[in-house]
């Protein structure tokens, strides 16, 4: 996700208009009555309620997330070559299963399944299937219609589910879909852990660290603070940071269904090393609001969102530990090279030479500098990439494999 501004203050971000203000206040109200309910409310279940809360969360109601009129960008919105890339690293995975389908979680406006469909039908390569796993009623609709709008004589082939398959052979992909999940927020004491809670003072949300070890999230954080501490980690007290299980016990259902078929997940993170850097004393916590990124999640809830960077080491731990391989890991900027970018964007830049158009030429480089550049897209976001019972080469990751920083 890509802010077009940073925001150190409440006071700096654009006022909501009438009718979000009073959806902002009805999304706090539902926080309210949880905490008056049982006293406090975990940052894990905060997050989750201003996120996802049937018709009130911020993927739940009606709001515009992404491009101009959002509050951020994702990389698929800055260029198709974004996807029609990403439809030719899978290209080796598709061609290994049994029955070519396409599973992509968390479809956004649909920018991407159009694009890599588009692609894949000039390649002769289109799946028997592109399934959209799509929880929010209002992002499906407008998937839809947009789907149906930009490739209409490939709509039959789109399918929307709601929940995963019990058996699945295909290839699963996901942008930018865990680091919106919620996760636990810990602070490292003299003793131990504690958890972060949600408190309500002169009606306003306010952070409180408990240790409650007859918590269930609570032991297993505390479990796993251990093992990366036996494992050489130095937390010093007041370190404040996130774990994200909900992205871990995804995964884990994905592998358990998964009978045959790859899986490719893009987002924002690091090894486990770099995550709980001794410098990265805050976490990765981030709340995007109209294209402002600023650290406060109890501003304007349900309308902004909130997002925590990928532990990439725990994803591939649980992956190992759930029957999959690790088939890759590596930056955004490697992966897109190594599926065949530079070629893509050639070609494109040809044509707009051909055509004269100038301004084109300089759209393309300004979107693929977005896309590869250290300072932009191209280090911040990493790709790793998982198999099961597929014996594909995914050749994206031989560019630059970065496994062995996990």
Request: hydrophobic fraction near 40%; charged fraction near 20%; aromatic fraction near 8%.
């Amino acid at each position: 996700m890509i802010p077009t501004e940073q925001a150190d203050a409440v006071n700096q971000l654009p006022l909501p208009d009438k009718a979000a203000a009073e959806h902002s206040q009805r999304v706090k109200q539902c926080v309210l009555d949880k905490i008056a309910a049982a006293g406090s409310l975990s940052f894990t279940d905060y997050m989750q309620t201003v996120l996802y809360e049937p018709g009130l969360g911020y993927y739940s109601a009606g709001s515009t997330k992404l491009g101009a009129e959002g509050d951020f960008i994702t990389a698929p919105e800055i260029s198709a070559l974004f996807s029609q890339t990403l439809a030719q690293a899978i290209l080796p995975a598709l061609a290994a299963i049994e029955h070519t389908c396409i599973l992509e979680v968390g479809a956004g406006s649909g920018k991407m399944a159009a694009d890599m469909l588009t692609h894949l039908y000039s390649l002769n390569s289109l799946p028997e299937r592109y399934c959209i796993l799509e929880l929010s009623a209002d992002l499906r609709l407008r998937q839809q219609q947009y789907l149906k709008e930009k490739i209409p004589t490939l709509y039959e082939r789109v399918c929307w589910l709601d929940a995963l398959p019990k058996q699945l052979h295909a290839v699963v992909i996901a942008n930018e879909l865990l680091d919106a999940m919620p996760v636990v927020r810990f602070k490292k004491e003299q003793q131990g852990i504690s958890l972060e809670y949600v408190t309500v003072v002169d009606d306003e949300f306010h952070s409180a660290f408990i240790q409650d070890e007859s918590n269930v999230l609570y032991q297993r954080a505390t479990k796993r603070i251990a093992q990366m501490q036996a494992n050489g980690l130095v937390l010093e007290p007041g370190y404040l940071s996130e774990i994200n299980f909900n992205a871990e016990d995804w995964l884990s259902s994905v592998a358990d269904k998964l009978q045959q078929g790859a899986i490719i997940l893009i987002d924002y993170g690091y090894p486990q090393h770099e995550y709980y850097h001794a410098q990265r004393d805050q976490g990765t916590l981030n709340c995007f609001y109209r294209h402002r990124q600023h650290s406060n999640p109890f501003s304007y809830p349900g309308l902004q969102d909130l997002t925590a960077h990928i532990d990439f080491t725990a994803l591939a731990d649980c992956a190992i530990d759930n029957g999959l391989s690790v088939a890759g890991y590596t930056c955004q900027s490697n992966f897109l090279l190594g599926a065949g970018l530079a070629a893509l964007t050639e070609l494109a830049a040809s044509e707009y030479i051909e055509q004269n158009n100038i301004a084109a030429q300089m759209e393309l480089a300004n979107q693929v500098k977005k896309l590869t550049m250290p300072y932009e897209m191209g280090e911040l976001v990493k790709v790793i990439g998982f198999s099961k019972n597929c014996q594909a080469e995914l050749a994206a990751f031989h560019f630059k494999d970065m496994r062995d920083h996990l």
